[in-house]
């Protein structure tokens, strides 16, 4: 007997993102924000409140595949459920999914601004991480939007960028990492391979750190919002 044969369609899907802030002709600076693996984009939202005005809009889009937290059979009411951007299966098609998702889901936002005034943050955290950057850099699927800063919040770039194409891509943007002092997945061996990965590259990215684990830290937020 012969092995299945792989296929692909395309399908329509309809994403959820929320946003915090106002989206308006005073907005002079746009953060989308990308959460975890197993976290749900309004819950993830919550600490960024506290950087979000009248010229500041924040945008927290969640990913498309969604999952019950507990075993099989517990999926009740009260079940949490996370969602994921990606896992191994069929990563290509799922990283072509996302990284449009989220230039369709830039040109909605931006659409409504003054582009040319204002400044775009991805900050990707954890598995956003690898999403932002594969956003940003055209060895990781490459998007279109326009973007003026990454910010890579305990997580590490993903292995495919390293190509001149994705050094030009970091090289364009202000580049800025983040580590909590106690974040269990920040060892010496992953911070120091990532600053080879950065030096190779030719990409200045400072590295932010804070008395804290795998979270986001509100002092951190408020010096990033500047």
Not at 154 to 167: H, M, Q, V, Y
Not at 192 to 209: I, N, S
């Amino acid at each position: 007997m012969s092995e299945p044969a792989e296929q692909h369609l395309p399908v329509g899907r309809t994403a959820r993102y929320y946003t915090l802030g106002d989206a308006g002709p005073a907005t002079r600076d746009v953060w989308f924000v990308l959460h975890g693996h197993g976290q749900l984009a309004r819950f993830f939202l919550r600490p960024f409140a506290a950087v979000a005005n009248a010229a500041r809009l924040i945008v927290a889009p969640e990913a498309l595949n969604r999952f019950y937290h507990e075993n099989a059979g517990a999926h009740g009411p009260d079940a949490r459920v996370g969602a994921t951007w990606m896992t191994r299966e069929d990563r290509l098609a799922e990283i072509t999914d996302y990284v449009a998702y989220l230039d369709r889901l830039y040109e909605r936002v931006m659409g409504a601004l003054p582009a040319a005034e204002v400044r775009v943050t991805a900050l990707g955290f954890s598995q956003g991480v690898a999403t932002a950057c594969r956003w940003a850099c055209p060895g990781g699927g490459g998007g279109r939007s326009r973007l003026d800063r990454l910010v890579l919040w305990a997580g590490a770039l993903p292995a495919e960028l390293s190509g001149e194409a994705d050094r030009a891509a970091l090289a364009r943007l202000a580049v800025v990492r983040v580590l909590g002092a106690r974040d269990p997945l920040a060892t010496p061996d992953t911070i120091a391979g990532d600053d080879a990965r950065f030096r190779a590259l030719g990409v200045e990215a400072p590295l932010l750190r804070f008395d804290g684990g795998h979270e986001i830290h509100a002092g951190i937020l408020s010096e990033l919002a500047g």
